[in-house]
């Protein structure tokens, strides 16, 4: 379970008999404190990437985008592939299962 903010605007692709699969980054923020003896600790920002199918990826492309908060729940997925270079390179993903948005929907006085 992540609340956070969408990193980048949503990138929608179409595959198998048009199922829809969308990925963006997202950052979760660790607000920063001071300790008990004054030393400062700052934020600390973690970015993710995330991935939504069907019909959760035809409501992210319709009404998400980049800065938006969401609340998202899914499951780890890692991933190994090579790279141009032919290096072995390693990613996490999160497979969201649910998705809540949380930023306030935009009006004629707050557009986006």
Same mark, same amino acid.
Do not use: C
């Given at each position: 379970?992540?609340? %956070?903010?969408?990193? #980048?605007?949503?990138?929608?692709?179409?595959?198998?008999?048009?199922? $829809?699969?969308?990925?963006?980054?997202? $950052? #979760?923020?660790?607000?920063?404190? #001071?300790? @008990?003896? %004054?030393?400062?600790?700052?934020?600390? #920002?973690?970015?993710?990437?995330?991935?939504?199918?069907?019909?959760? $990826?035809?409501?992210?492309?319709?009404?998400?985008?980049? %800065?938006?908060?969401?609340?998202?729940?899914?499951?780890?997925?890692?991933? $190994?592939?090579?790279?141009?270079?032919? @290096?072995? @390179?390693?990613?996490?993903?999160?497979?969201?299962?649910?998705?809540?948005?949380?930023?306030?929907?935009?009006?004629?006085?707050?557009?986006?």
């Amino acid at each position: 379970m992540l609340i %956070g903010n969408v990193g #980048t605007d949503p990138e929608v692709r179409y595959v198998d008999q048009g199922v $829809a699969v969308a990925r963006f980054r997202f $950052a #979760t923020t660790e607000k920063g404190y #001071t300790l @008990q003896n %004054g030393t400062q600790v700052p934020d600390h #920002t973690d970015w993710h990437n995330i991935i939504l199918w069907r019909r959760l $990826a035809e409501i992210v492309e319709r009404y998400v985008h980049k %800065g938006d908060k969401l609340y998202i729940e899914g499951r780890l997925r890692y991933t $190994a592939y090579d790279d141009k270079k032919g @290096q072995r @390179q390693y990613a996490t993903e999160i497979w969201a299962d649910n998705m809540e948005m949380l930023s306030p929907k935009p009006t004629a006085d707050n557009p986006r």
